[in-house]
């Protein structure tokens, strides 16, 4: 299984209060649900492709309203399609979608989060609960990127989904897609507060424990690639005065060099692949006294200025 589907089947065994239920199954309606009319009159439709949910969409519908619920279980006709489960709801439609906030005179089905629903946090945390059961997917913490989103039927559903989620500081966002709209987290730590908040916190470990691995490879990673470029930039101006000290045992009489010079050259030469921190530990094992990184520094710059001018005057 995903780490989305072992999240959901977390969040379908927590064990909610009556104003919670009520809160979620409005999410999961707003989201999978719909309405028909025919001759029979009103009916409320439910629709996915997990058994599980369907199952619990089915008991809270009874255990809240008492009414039957038909189902039709649709076979995928492409390849890997999976299977539909569609739940039809034909007693008591119109007190169900007033009572869950779905009523709307102008579109039928409402396309906002009725307010007086998710007035208390317990039932805030349960209608992002049912979106994320309905609409929701999860990177798993180990791939290349975090990602959280809620698939919505509007923006305007999907909007009022985020101002919600926003209310803890998840920093969600809205984004309008051709059919319907998205609510997303990219941020690794937003995305372990939702998983918290919604109670998938067997999820939440394993997202937290994959997130840690992952932080400390890439912090691994990002040291190891700092102090490769260090390396390198060693390595290039070690060789730099190398030759600088090269055309300068070849065009430059050596007693006219001072000794500060020919101490420089002397330790570059005896260890070519030295930084000019470990230059300056080394200069104690053959002089008095050590030579400090800044006096190194000054003194290569020195003789980098001879070889360019002991160049130029035998180039003229």
Same mark, same amino acid.
């Given at each position: 299984?995903?780490?989305?589907?072992?999240?959901?089947?977390?969040?379908? @065994?927590?064990?909610?209060?009556?104003?919670?239920?009520?809160?979620?199954?409005?999410?999961?309606?707003?989201? %999978? %649900?719909?309405?028909?009319?025919?001759?029979?009159?009103?009916?409320?439709?439910?629709?996915?492709?997990?058994?599980?949910?369907?199952?619990?969409?089915?008991?809270?519908?009874? $255990?809240?309203?008492?009414?039957?619920?038909?189902?039709?279980?649709?076979?995928?006709?492409?390849?890997?399609?999976?299977? *539909?489960?569609?739940?039809?709801?034909?007693?008591?439609? =119109?007190?169900?979608?007033?009572?869950?906030?779905?009523?709307?005179?102008?579109?039928?089905?409402? *396309?906002?989060?009725?307010?007086?629903?998710?007035?208390?946090?317990?039932?805030?945390?349960?209608?992002?609960?049912? &979106?994320?059961?309905?609409?929701?997917?999860?990177?798993?913490?180990?791939?290349?990127?975090?990602?959280?989103?809620?698939?919505?039927?509007?923006? !305007?559903? @999907?909007?009022?989904?985020?101002?919600?989620?926003?209310?803890?500081?998840?920093?969600?966002?809205?984004? =309008?897609?051709?059919? %319907?709209?998205?609510?997303?987290?990219?941020?690794?730590?937003?995305? &372990?507060?939702?998983?918290?908040?919604?109670?998938?916190?067997?999820?939440?470990?394993?997202?937290?424990?994959?997130?840690?691995?992952? $932080?400390?490879?890439?912090?691994?990673?990002?040291?190891?690639?700092?102090?490769?470029?260090?390396? !390198?930039?060693?390595?290039?101006? @070690? !060789?730099? *005065?190398?030759?600088?000290?090269?055309?300068?045992?070849?065009?430059?009489?050596?007693?006219?060099?001072?000794?500060?010079?020919?101490?420089?050259?002397?330790?570059?030469?005896?260890?070519?692949?030295?930084?000019?921190?470990?230059?300056?530990?080394?200069?104690? !094992?053959?002089?008095?006294?050590?030579?400090?990184?800044? %006096?190194?520094?000054?003194?290569?710059?020195?003789?980098?200025?001879? @070889?360019?001018?002991?160049?130029?005057?035998?180039?003229?």
């Amino acid at each position: 299984m995903s780490f989305s589907s072992d999240t959901k089947q977390e969040l379908l @065994a927590i064990k909610q209060p009556q104003c919670c239920q009520v809160a979620s199954l409005s999410a999961m309606l707003s989201i %999978g %649900g719909y309405l028909s009319l025919s001759q029979e009159g009103m009916k409320l439709h439910f629709q996915t492709t997990s058994l599980p949910l369907a199952r619990k969409v089915i008991q809270t519908i009874k $255990d809240l309203y008492h009414v039957h619920v038909d189902v039709l279980a649709k076979k995928g006709i492409r390849l890997q399609k999976k299977n *539909q489960y569609v739940m039809i709801i034909r007693e008591k439609v =119109q007190k169900i979608m007033r009572e869950l906030g779905l009523m709307d005179e102008i579109h039928g089905f409402a *396309q906002n989060i009725d307010d007086t629903l998710v007035q208390k946090p317990c039932c805030q945390k349960a209608f992002m609960r049912g &979106a994320f059961l309905v609409g929701g997917s999860i990177n798993h913490p180990s791939s290349s990127s975090y990602h959280l989103e809620i698939s919505t039927p509007s923006l !305007n559903l @999907a909007e009022d989904l985020s101002e919600l989620m926003n209310r803890y500081e998840l920093k969600s966002k809205t984004l =309008q897609k051709k059919k %319907g709209a998205l609510v997303y987290i990219k941020n690794s730590e937003k995305i &372990a507060d939702f998983l918290r908040l919604a109670g998938a916190h067997h999820a939440l470990l394993k997202f937290e424990d994959e997130r840690i691995k992952r $932080d400390f490879v890439n912090s691994i990673t990002r040291v190891m690639n700092m102090e490769i470029a260090n390396q !390198n930039k060693t390595f290039e101006a @070690a !060789n730099k *005065q190398l030759k600088n000290i090269e055309v300068i045992e070849n065009l430059v009489d050596e007693s006219t060099l001072q000794k500060s010079v020919k101490e420089a050259m002397f330790l570059r030469k005896t260890y070519p692949e030295a930084s000019l921190n470990e230059l300056s530990e080394l200069s104690k !094992n053959h002089y008095a006294k050590q030579i400090s990184k800044s %006096g190194l520094n000054h003194r290569f710059r020195h003789i980098a200025a001879l @070889a360019e001018e002991a160049l130029s005057y035998y180039e003229d």
